[in-house]
């Protein structure tokens, strides 16, 4: 089972300048081959797959483990898009019959405005959907750590172009967080395969040949030790993380760490309504009064009780 708490493992700036083009471009890291929604079901598969689990503890904890994790990455993806998005279509006048959308004809994804009401979809940078046939889930316990070492890679090798290519303040703070992330679960599968089979990985560190503290987004979460250290993702399970992940960084020769708990994460941004596409609603305000009789009905304080970032 999986226990949802509703806070981003990352702080993302608020909406500024839209950027549909750009936001098109991070739809790789969603929905692309080597994208968060490709290791987080690859992950996810292997550890639902995994046969001999008590004879295989610590891997199987590792991959079962950081598949939690990624689920994290995809809400942060997406809360990245929907950030990039706002404000591309009118929030005052661009109500039907009004023609609200024309300005975006032939900028981004259309799919973002005509089906996803202004935010983040299960496809990748092309528009094309997510599919099943990513997932690679052998139950070869090499084999299947040998893909996921490689699917790290890959996905770092995105993450890099995608912070090339966009320049968005959103989309540079969700890949300077996944790229020092991203680089802890890719150290982990590599270590994973040393203690398995005794082989030597450490010469493929980095890969790309980009050092992560070389990105200027990177720093903080490196200062704070956050390229050293795994989060164990549940209250009582997982236990056997630390036989697997241990030693020296490849790169900066520091110790790993285990640490028993998630990470603290920050509250999500309560991004504004936008009417024309109809998200929430063609007239937000009234499902705003609806809401407010529906919690004094049942009781509830008058004001929402969730919490967002101010």
Known sequence: MIMR???LAAELPPPSEPD???AAAVQELMG???GEMSTFLNYTFQSFNFRGRQGARPFYDLVANIAAEEFGHIELVAAAINTMLTGASPTDNGRAPAASLSGLKGVGNPH?????G???LPQNSQGSPWTGDYIFASGDLIEDLTHNFFL???AR??????YEMVEHPAARALTGYLLVRGGVHQVAYARALERLTGADLKNLFPSPRIPTEKIPECEPYIERGEHLRLYRFSPNDYLELAAVFNGPHPETKEELEVVDEMPEGVPPRDLPPQPAVFAPDYAPEEIAQITEKLRQGAGLSKEATGTVAS
């Open 118 to 120: 202004q935010g983040a």
């Open 112 to 116: 973002h405005f005509l089906a996803g």
């Open 5 to 7: 708490i509703d806070r």
């Open 152 to 154: 790290e890679t890959a």
């Open 20 to 22: 549909p083009a750009g």
């Open 157 to 162: 090798n995105n993450k890099l172009k995608v």
């Open 32 to 34: 692309g081959r080597f």
